[in-house]
């Protein structure tokens, strides 16, 4: 889906298509991509997509190899919680410094 939305801001900043026909043929609702292509979004342009006031804590890989882990721990039986994700999550923040929303007393992010 964010290719398309890339391709269709493309299509309508170049004038190949109109709003609507680009809002049709790549099933995007109109209102999202005139948003998106007037620059009216306070955070996310163009194709970029954006989690609201939230801001990525850890880096891309690292959520790789965190979400590969959980995997595993399934795969043997050892579920891990909500509450058990976000604690690690905590503690590897601590142990490398990166800054982020935490709560200290709960040890967990916010």
């Known amino acids: 889906m ?3 939305m890339e391709e269709a801001t493309q299509k309508v900043k170049s004038k190949e298509l109109t709003l609507r026909e680009a809002s049709t043929t790549y099933g995007i609702p109109r209102a ?3 948003r998106r292509v007037l620059g009216r979004n306070k955070i996310a342009k163009d194709a970029q997509k954006h989690l609201g006031r939230y801001e990525p804590v850890f880096v891309k890989e690292f959520e790789r190899e965190l979400k590969e882990y959980v995997l595993t721990m399934e795969s043997r039986f050892f579920g891990l919680t909500c509450d058990d994700l976000r604690r690690i999550a905590y503690q590897v923040a601590e142990k490398t410094g990166v800054a982020g929303r935490f709560n200290s007393e709960k040890k967990m992010p916010l």
């Open 32 to 34: 999202t991509l005139g």
């Open 2 to 4: 964010p290719e398309n």
